[in-house]
């Protein structure tokens, strides 16, 4: 027994036996990472969530212009298209995990589709930029043209009902 703790201080002092190092250079910083938003168009009556490869990080703006610009013509093909047309970009305001959108005034109620592209939209975009609030789901808050507020969350908007399509826009 004498000789059990000599033994046991002597390997803890002794480590692993691996003598440390400082920094090693092995080449150039990862390249090719580009942010994406991910906006909802329409299929058959149904949203189908499609990542779009965007210059900076997701905000809710970026994210609703894209929504706004509608599939473009690669999408199109694939029988992508929006229930939003001709709809101005509308004020935003965000507080925590609540985003409120509020259209301009005019005659016409948004169809529930066009809505939930918002919704899930600007839902998947707070979460993007708002990690934390995955706990809780962002509620987006939209105030049509006709002044009617409808109101979800980004729980009812799940990715994996529909896996999301890729597509990259071409410069120019």
């Known amino acids: 027994m004498k000789w059990v703790m000599p033994l ?3 390997l803890l002092l002794s480590g692993c036996g691996i003598s440390a190092t400082g920094v090693i250079q092995s080449g150039e910083p990862a390249t090719g990472v580009r942010p994406v938003a991910l906006v909802y168009f329409v299929v058959d009556d149904r949203l189908v969530p499609v990542y779009r490869e965007i210059a900076d990080p997701v905000n809710v703006r970026t994210a609703v ?15 992508l298209t929006t229930a939003l047309v001709r709809v101005p970009t509308p004020e935003i ?20 589709i066009a809505v939930r592209q918002l919704i ?35 729980l009812g908007c799940s990715v994996l009902a529909s896996p999301p399509v890729r597509t990259t826009r071409s410069p120019g």
């Open 8 to 10: 046991a201080g002597a």
């Open 120 to 154: 899930c939209t600007v839902a998947e975009a707070r979460l993007a930029a708002d990690p934390d609030a995955a706990a809780t789901g962002v509620t987006v808050v939209v105030t049509g043209p006709d002044g009617q507020r409808t109101q979800g969350t980004s």
């Open 65 to 79: 212009e894209l929504l706004l610009t509608g599939p473009d013509p690669s999408e199109r093909k694939r029988g």
């Open 93 to 112: 305001s965000a507080d925590g995990a609540r985003v409120s959108l509020q259209l301009s005034a005019g005659p016409h109620p948004l169809p529930p």
